[in-house]
């Protein structure tokens, strides 16, 4: 019995240093798994932020793009009310007439667009008087 033990103990002996070995190695494992995940949250923290500027700004792009949408609408609404209205009026024919002749002083300034102007206020008095 005692020879038993002691033969136990040298068997034990002979795996210490194994067994040593084995847990350094893991505890080696468990620290670069450690710095791992701290460098992965890192990154994920990084990007979580980079994602949370991006949704900022796309929601105010979008806000910013409905406010001009809205706008818009609102300046078309207007401009074809007023066509409308000075249709009802008889002034129609008279704000084409303006209209008109403002385009022909603004392409004045430019010569090179003076032909193409001309065939365009030739078409338009001819649309202008079908009207």
């Known amino acids: 019995m005692v020879v038993n033990g002691i033969r136990q103990m040298s068997e034990d002996n002979l795996q210490?240093?194994?067994?040593?070995?084995?847990?350094?190695?893991?505890?080696?494992?468990?620290?670069?798994?450690?710095?791992?995940?701290?460098?992965?949250?890192?990154?994920?923290?990084?990007?979580?932020?980079?994602?949370?500027?991006?949704?900022?700004?796309?929601?105010?792009?979008?806000?910013?793009?409905?406010?001009?949408?809205?706008f818009l609408e609102q300046f078309y609404k207007d401009q074809i009310r007023?066509?409308?209205?000075a249709r009802k009026d008889g002034d129609f024919q008279n704000t084409q007439q303006k209209e008109v002749q403002e385009n022909a002083e603004q392409s004045n300034a430019n010569p090179s667009n003076r032909n193409d102007y001309i065939k365009n206020t030739e078409q338009e008095k001819g649309r202008v008087t079908e009207d």
């Open 82 to 85: 007023n066509i409308l209205e």
């Open 16 to 70: 210490l240093p194994w067994l040593q070995n084995r847990v350094a190695e893991q505890q080696s494992h468990a620290k670069d798994l450690e710095e791992s995940i701290g460098m992965l949250k890192e990154k994920l923290d990084k990007a979580n932020k980079d994602l949370e500027i991006l949704r900022l700004k796309a929601k105010q792009q979008h806000e910013q793009d409905m406010e001009e949408m809205d």
